[in-house]
């Protein structure tokens, strides 16, 4: 992969992030379950805060980064995805947000893949890794609400 090609990953990568902090953010304002509103308040400044580390590997360069590895129950991976609609139930707004962070992991996984330099295949695996992250938040409550325990 060449620098002009990284570069120009990355910064669709940046589109990806800011596409999604503005999905989460409209959410968050639509959702009338409080706690639902603020899972979704917060993944909208991850991805805000996703945009911005993107932005330095474009100004920088491929650096180091340090995240822990998140789980992939795979949870919704096969579930259909609801139409965006104003009446949105709350489930099929977390099946909507699963899908979006699936793709966003499944694109940097294969990027880590196609990637020949070690620090580019780092940052693309490291970025799989965060999006994994938020997929696993969405899917515990996706858990807790479509399927909820009855003692």
Excluded: C
């Amino acid at each position: 992969m060449t620098r002009s090609e990284f570069k120009k990953i990355i910064a669709n990568a940046i589109k990806a992030e800011v596409a999604a902090n503005k999905f989460y953010s409209g959410v968050a304002k639509k959702a009338k379950d409080a706690n639902l509103r603020k899972l979704f308040q917060e993944l909208a400044g991850e991805e805000a805060q996703h945009k911005l580390t993107l932005k330095g590997y474009l100004a920088k360069g491929a650096a180091e980064l340090q995240f822990s590895e998140s789980a992939d129950y795979k949870v919704a991976d096969e579930l259909p995805t609801p139409p965006l609609t104003p009446d949105l139930k709350p489930v099929d707004g977390l099946v909507i947000a699963i899908k979006n962070e699936l793709a966003a992991m499944q694109m940097y996984t294969q990027l880590a893949k196609a990637s020949a330099d070690k620090a580019q295949k780092k940052v693309f695996q490291e970025l799989a890794s965060m999006e994994r992250g938020h997929k696993k938040k969405l899917e515990d409550l996706y858990t807790n609400m479509a399927f909820p325990e009855a003692w």
